[in-house]
């Protein structure tokens, strides 16, 4: 009995402390942000944001599906403030979960990049592409359309990350099940390209592969391509000439949030003009909002314009994403 | 007169048993049906079905995650056993040189958070590895650590502890009478060691193996990088949870039980044949060490440290890693401090919070895992064995699933816990009690109880025995197992990914989003920072354990 | 048979001879050396120098393995991982016998030893006593050229302890098995062996019958050993004819045979139950010595009762009689005692 109650007194204890030491840091002002960026934006953005605002910044990042299944299940006692770096779809299927707020950036951001009542406000854009390590596979040997990737002689050669775990390969696949002509057909084009593919268990994998040469070719994210290439090592980044989609990227309020203001403050700055500027500087995300001049900017990323961009329809797509998903597993099964 | 003296002296491992019940039941089992029941449930939630089960097992795909996952698992406890027990027996018994510093090494692979040291793995046998780009040039036919074959040559390097440990403590445990009776008999000294030692020492190896198995089943950080696609159940279960797209918590669940029921089988089998052979050798004088030729002593010398030291390439790289220039996410061929600087410039909370978080769970686990261990060994009822499989389930349980159940078993009503630190050091506690529980029953075998009837004769109650007499009797026991948990916690990462919050990001955390970013420089050398803090602990345990002879495990 | 010890610090340069059949026990306290002995015999400790031979055949050139000798150790060793039977079958499938044989002899050994019925047991569900009967069974079943036992009963409480040496003794002279027996137990000792070797830092200070060695121990530390002794130190009288008179304090002592000068110092050893105590008026009977003594304390323990009392001088002596202790068993009682000069052994300061 002795023991039982020493437990109890024990976790009483404890508990008390948790909440104690949980409280304490509140005294400063401050935003709680769950985010799926990396570490290094995060690290750039935050420095600065506090810097000038003075409010600390406490960063909760994880993957996206981490991040959302966290606020899904702290809904009752939300412990973020700014979801930040979730793709469109990902915020769209949680909108319940979200307060509006009209950004100071609402008029220079597309209308495409904002929720229609302001749950929640596009940052950056995710250009699917193509990328080389052009040690393994000299520049002029690598494909130029996604139509390329078919080829047979490409197989085992091009890393790629399971949809399971990664809203961008959903996409990648989904867009070109439509690219390839839609229906039977085009899941039958993409078997093909499946049939080509590594399929590797997280997106980091594929540009590490690709970077560091252990694949010659991966399908990847516009920045990942840019920030290895900047760091010296021989990754190419391909826009498929056949078009690719930009998935946009975006951040949100927590409803019921323990800082809205900090969070307001949050959201009116990662969109500023000169924050988007810094953040292609080091990172090179390419800005939801289109009036800078991204040649003018390290790295020459191409205009928007400039890139064929294919239709897309993101929300149908994820509305029957479970069966597309097992459909993917399948045919990635058969394909082994 | 039975029921008078049994009584009171019940109330104490009652009272105990029902304190760890109700700490495993809130924070083990709870939990855990939080996560598992969606299995058993229809989409909505309101009824009872396998459908679930019958829809999972019918796709190919996940079937053959769970024939990867068995066969990665028996593949490497088979050649993990191979390798340690030769190994623990050079150890035990032959005359090698620098014994002690090889078993110090020997253990420093535990330390190592393997997403880590897959990382480092790749960048040497990689397709594009140095090593393997080496071994090419010269013709050597190699192609790279991917797929199964990766898989297991890098569990048995790096798993080979769990195995090596018990078995050369259970080797220097056999009294020398036995080996010698059996020599008198007329039995060469092979056959006796096939026929008598052997035979003895197999249930030490075999939960060595037990661990091994589990940690296959159970680990995510290795198949997630090495596997590229081939389907792992661990792996399958961690996107189907938290996928960023494909979060179904039903399949999901069908997974986690999957994992669960397999690694409770093997435990049950386990103990099952270890009930009928408990070979409790109370030892009075140790083998002497065999005698051999030179030419044997030079084959199980070199046998020996080519073992402990290829089980240390992953260390060794990621410490050279540490000192080499990183632009972005690139490596270039040149010295550099500069990953340290920008380390100690972002971590020093991480690495404070990682120490204080093993620090208390190591204790907790102590705290409650010592009376679990006291209650297994000293009492026997239904509800020993009830508790003994309780206290044991921890092993099965995945911590991706453990952490989730515990978000969502705390996150709202009576206890709230999320956003703190307290859940994570739970979680921590819950996984890790295995650990102190077994260790503290192992040296508690080898203890008399008649010293604890002695103590309560003289009127010393039976809790102040034990506080006073039984637990510093077991304490070389529970230091092991304590360091275990300490070290084990500081680089775990599975649940503290799911749990972590604001200020309370550990070391493990640091290195995952700089590996998952893109500062690999970072990760390294916080791994070699961890490497480092572990290191201590470690040292200090195998300086009680040459005293307490290893009765770790 | 012959076997001769090098320098070794555990044992010193024994030489001896143990006969066909014999029972023989190595006698000594703990750290005598008797042990190191046994195991080099079984092939466990090396020999420095010597060698050891059963009948023609060296032995000590052979791993244990290869000596064909029984052993049971202190603790028993028996094999966890096998059962009674598998203990007992243990040393013929290392020699290769057939199993139809094997199943024979085992149940023969097991018979042997009493424990018909027991072969399917494990070690674990066995008490103190059948452990032990395993253990002999397990060294006897191959059939040894020489049995050696390490202590084997110390394990066992006092009672079973005297009944399994009786069976011990019984087994070796129905087998006729040439047997060592060590052990620190002088009662044992006496019990079972033909001969005793009595054992003292590595070396062997007497080897005789037991008889011999009760009666007439030929070093100090072989009296003291051997049971209870009254060791009383005096100064040798003059030396007459007759038995030589030693004294003791104020009193004076008889020894029949004496080999020391006259005013040398001695110690003199008579065993209590060599005393004998005469009633009032009593005279000793012819060729007895008496003393003249004080009753200090008497303790009656059964067969035997126990006075301790002094002598002229306050010297202390220990005596045990079989009569009843009745009448004049009050302290403080004078009374005389009666010896046998010849059963009183005196011993130089060097103990020889």
Redesign the interface.
């Known amino acids: 009995m002795k023991i039982g109650s020493v437990g109890a007194l024990g976790l009483a204890v404890l508990a008390l402390a948790n909440v104690c030491l949980g409280s304490k840091v509140e005294a400063q002002q401050k935003v709680v942000i769950y985010s799926s960026n990396d570490d290094t934006l995060h690290k750039l953005a935050f420095a600065a944001f506090t810097k000038e605002t003075g409010i600390a910044v406490e960063p909760i990042s994880a993957g996206s599906g981490v991040v959302m299944k966290r606020i899904q299940t702290e809904k009752d006692r939300p412990g973020g403030d700014i979801v930040w770096g979730v793709s469109r779809s990902l915020l769209d299927t949680n909108k319940q979960y979200f307060s509006a707020y009209l950004s100071k950036n609402n008029d220079a951001t597309p209308t495409q990049y904002r929720e229609p009542t302001n749950l929640w406000i596009g940052n950056n854009l995710h250009l699917l592409v193509i990328l080389q390590n052009t040690k393994v596979l000299p520049e002029d040997q690598g494909p130029k359309t996604w139509a390329d990737l078919l080829d047979p002689k490409w197989k085992g050669k091009i890393a790629f990350t399971d949809p399971a775990n990664s809203g961008s390969a959903y996409s990648t696949v989904t867009m070109l099940v439509d690219h390839f002509g839609g229906g039977d057909a085009g899941w039958a084009k993409v078997k093909g390209l499946l049939a080509n593919t590594k399929v590797l268990n997280r997106s980091s994998l594929v540009f590490q592969g690709v970077g560091n040469g252990e694949y010659p070719l991966g399908i990847s994210l516009e920045y990942a391509g840019y920030v290895w290439a900047a760091g010296g090592a021989p990754v190419k980044t391909i826009y498929p000439a056949d078009g690719t989609i930009a998935q946009m990227e975006g951040v949100a309020i927590v409803k019921g949030g323990p800082n809205p203001d900090s969070a307001k403050a949050f959201v009116d700055y990662i969109n500023r003009k000169d924050v988007r500027e810094m953040i292609i500087k080091d990172t090179f995300r390419r800005p939801a909002r289109q009036d800078l001049d991204l040649s003018k900017l390290p790295g020459s990323m191409p205009a928007l314009s400039s890139i064929k961009l294919l239709p897309y329809n993101e929300v149908a797509w994820t509305e029957v994403r479970a069966a597309t998903l097992e459909k993917i597993k399948d045919m990635i099964q058969e394909t082994r | 007169m039975k029921a008078l003296t049994i009584a009171p002296l019940a109330?104490?491992p009652v009272?105990?048993g029902?304190?760890a019940f109700?700490?495993l039941g809130l924070f083990l089992l709870y939990p855990l049906w939080g996560v598992l029941s969606a299995s058993v449930l229809t989409p909505d939630g309101t009824a009872f079905t396998f459908g679930n089960y019958a829809r999972m097992l019918s796709?190919?795909?996940y079937r053959?995650s769970v024939v990867n996952t068995l066969m990665i698992g028996a593949l490497a406890t088979i050649t993990t056993t191979l390798i340690a027990v030769p190994l623990a027996f050079a150890i035990a018994r032959l005359d090698i040189p620098g014994k002690l510093l090889l078993i110090g090494l020997a253990a420093l692979p535990l330390v190592l958070p393997s997403f880590v040291g897959a990382y480092a793995l790749?960048?040497l046998f990689?397709?594009?590895g140095v090593v393997t780009q080496f071994l090419n040039s010269w013709g050597v036919p190699f192609g790279s650590i991917y797929g199964m074959p990766g898989i297991v040559a890098v569990y048995t390097l790096t798993l080979y502890p769990y195995v090596l440990l018990p078995t050369v403590a259970a080797l220097k445990a056999i009294?020398m009478?036995?080996e010698?009776?059996?020599?008198?008999?007329?039995?060469?000294?092979a056959?006796?060691f096939r026929?008598?030692t052997l035979?003895?020492v197999?249930p030490s190896v075999l939960s060595g193996a037990l661990l091994v198995l589990i940690e296959t089943l159970e680990n995510f950080g290795v198949?997630?990088?090495l596997?590229?696609?081939?389907?792992v159940l661990s792996?399958e279960t961690y996107?189907?949870?938290?996928?960023?797209?494909?979060?179904?918590p039903s399949a999901a669940g069908v997974l986690g039980v999957l994992l669960i029921v397999l690694t409770a089988s093997v435990l049950i089998i386990q103990r099952r044949y270890l009930a009928?052979?408990?070979?409790?050798?109370g030892a009075?004088v140790a083998p002497p060490l065999i005698k051999i030729s030179t030419g044997w002593r030079i084959v199980a010398t070199s046998y020996s440290w080519a073992v402990v030291l290829l089980a240390l390439v992953p260390f060794f790289a990621i410490l050279v890693l540490s000192f080499m220039e990183?632009?972005?996410?690139?490596?270039?061929a040149a010295f550099s401090l500069k990953n340290y600087v920008e380390l100690f410039a972002?971590a020093q909370r991480p690495l404070a919070n990682t120490l204080l978080f093993a620090t208390l769970a190591a204790g907790a686990a102590a705290?409650?895992g010592v009376?679990v261990g006291w209650i297994l060994v000293r009492t026997r009822s239904v509800w020993t064995g009830l508790l003994d499989v309780t206290a044991t389930l921890p092993f099965a349980v995945a911590g991706t699933i453990l952490a989730?159940g515990l978000?969502?078993a705390f996150?709202?009503g009576g206890?709230?816990?999320?956003?703190?630190?307290?859940i994570m050091?739970l979680a921590y506690t819950v996984r890790k009690l295995p650990f102190t529980v077994r260790a503290s029953s192992a040296i508690l075998h080898q203890i008399d109880p008649a010293l604890e009837e002695a103590s309560i004769s003289l009127g010393v109650s039976p809790?102040r025995t034990l506080i006073r007499l039984v637990i510093p009797l077991m304490l070389g026991g529970i230091i092991s197992g304590m360091v275990l948990t300490w070290v084990t916690v500081a680089s775990e990462l599975s649940s503290t990914?799911?749990l972590?919050?604001?200020?309370w990001r550990t070391l493990t955390i640091v290195m995952f989003?700089?590996?998952?970013?893109?500062?690999?420089g970072?990760a390294v050398a916080a791994a070699s920072v961890l490497i480092a803090i572990t290191l201590v602990p470690v040292l200090v345990a195998y300086r009680l354990l040459r005293r307490y002879e290893l009765s770790m495990l | 048979m012959c076997r001769s010890f090098g320098p070794v610090q555990a044992v010193r340069n024994i030489t001896l001879q143990i006969g066909d059949g014999e029972f023989f026990t190595l006698l000594g306290p703990s750290g005598c050396g008797k042990t190191t002995l046994l195991r080099m015999i079984a092939g466990f400790t090396e020999l420095d120098v010597g060698e050891i031979r059963i009948g023609d055949k060296r032995i000590d050139i052979l791993p244990p393995h290869r000596r064909n000798i029984g052993m049971v150790f202190q603790n028993y060793a028996i094999f966890p991982n096998l059962t009674v039977e598998g203990n007992v079958a243990y040393g013929l499938k290392a020699r290769k016998v057939g199993n139809a044989e094997i199943a024979t002899r085992v149940a023969d050994a097991l018979a042997l030893v009493r424990l018909h019925g027991y072969g399917a047991r494990w070690p674990h569900q066995l008490s103190g006593g059948q452990l032990q009967r395993v253990a002999i069974a397990r060294a006897l079943v191959i059939r040894p050229q020489v049995l050696l036992l390490d202590e084997p009963l110390s394990n066992l409480d006092a009672r079973l302890r005297v009944d399994m040496r009786g069976e011990i003794r019984e087994l070796q002279q129905r087998l006729n098995i040439t047997t060592v027996y060590v052990t620190h137990d002088q009662e044992e000792a006496l019990a079972v062996s033909r001969r005793i070797a009595v054992m003292q830092a590595g070396r062997i200070e007497q080897l005789d019958t037991p008889q011999a060695i009760y009666r007439r121990p030929t070093s100090l530390f072989v009296a003291q050993f051997m049971g209870t002794t009254n060791v009383l130190t005096g100064v040798v009288g003059s030396r007459t004819s007759g038995p030589a008179r030693v004294r003791v304090g104020a009193a004076e002592v008889q020894v029949a045979d004496l080999d020391a000068r006259e005013d040398e110092s001695v110690s003199v050893c008579i065993r209590p139950e060599a005393l004998q105590i005469l009633g009032d008026g009593q005279t000793a009977p012819a060729g007895m010595a008496q003393l003249e003594a004080t009753i200090a304390n008497a303790e009656f323990i059964g067969a035997l009762s126990r006075l301790d009392v002094t002598l002229a001088g306050g010297i202390p002596l220990k005596i045990a009689v079989l009569d009843e202790l009745a009448g004049y068993a009050k302290p403080g009682k004078s009374i005389r005692v009666a010896y046998d000069p010849s059963r009183v052994i005196a011993f130089r300061r060097d103990g020889s």
């Open positions: 109330r104490l009272a105990m029902v304190a109700l700490f796709r190919s795909f053959a790749l960048l990689g397709r594009a009294d009478s036995v010698e009776a059996a020599q008198s008999l007329g039995s060469a000294p056959r006796t026929t008598i035979p003895i197999i198949p997630a990088v596997a590229e696609d081939m389907p792996v996107k189907l949870f938290i996928g960023e797209t494909a979060a179904n009928s052979r408990r070979f409790a050798t009075r990183f632009r972005g996410p690139v490596l270039h972002s705290f409650i009376p989730i978000v969502i996150n709202a206890l709230v816990l999320t956003g703190g630190w307290l050091v809790l990914v799911v972590y919050s604001g200020p989003q700089a590996l998952e970013g893109t500062g690999a970072v």
